[in-house]
């Protein structure tokens, strides 16, 4: 782990500082999107057990308003309720379908979509109103639809359960995915926070050493100059100026080392004469 975060801390010192304020928000908001999509697809998979339900729901609100039909001999009423029930399937089956996989549709199709069509176009003349229940081609066709729609319920009993359970290991992989991005969502947020603070603190740490040497008058303290962003830059002027500087004190002290010389040889020269004068006198 260290010497993860010691690799990644020489990485980033290769990236200016605007380019790692910029580059953390949009690691976090694709982290963030992905986790999204992933719960997204989770639900969507979820949901598409929930239409099976109202298939079901629906299919026998269509089979009660058949009977109610054949009862009533087609009154209005007990065609609303065949109606709904169509109307209500049609409804969650076109919701359904884009919801599936390529294999889950092609079952779908076969053994639901197909089906259902062929109650309906048996279910038409139920829907005109005036049945005649003595009729053997009504009362045939009648038979038709309660054997297809049973057969039509225990296919999407059988169907539903098979999607469900693809759809379960679908599910428990984005679960798991979106687990594994949230770990590793949390611990980069810790990394990156950590290389972030690094990378800030320890050239401001530096500069604050290089000052202190300055006020204790070594000027041979120096910047890295190495990094490639700000901190890089401003390491380069710094030690443009401390060597000038160093330049400047090694002049004065040049010149006042050869001032104090001269200053020397002129006391020594006024002494001399000093001595000679008093000698003559």
Known sequence: MGKTITTMYKLMSFI????????????????FTTIGVLAFLSSRASESMEQFDHEQVFLQMMLRGVNEIIITEGTPQSIEIAKKGID????????LLPMLSKTDRALVDKE???PWNAIIKDIEPFLQGDVDTENDEILMAYGKIITRSDKLAEELEIVSRDV?????????IYRRAMSILVILLVGGSVVLSIILYGTIMHPINEMKTMASA????????MLDET????????AVHFNQAA???QGMSANITSITEEIAGQSSSLGGTA????SNAQLQV
């Not at 469900?164 to 428990?172: L, N, P, T, Y």
Request: proline share 2%; aromatic share 12%; no cysteine.
């Open 214 to 221: 300055f006020s204790s008058g070594r000027m041979s303290v």
């Open 88 to 95: 209500g399937f049609n409804k969650y089956h076109a919701m």
């Open 164 to 172: 469900e359970q693809r759809a379960d290991g679908v599910i428990s």
């Open 271 to 274: 002494d001399g004469r000093y």
């Open 112 to 114: 639901i979509t197909d």
């Open 227 to 234: 990094r490639k962003d700000e901190f890089g830059e401003l």
């Open 16 to 31: 200016s500082i605007r380019q790692k304020l910029i580059f953390a928000p949009i690691v976090m908001v694709l982290f």
């Open 243 to 245: 060597k000038a500087l």
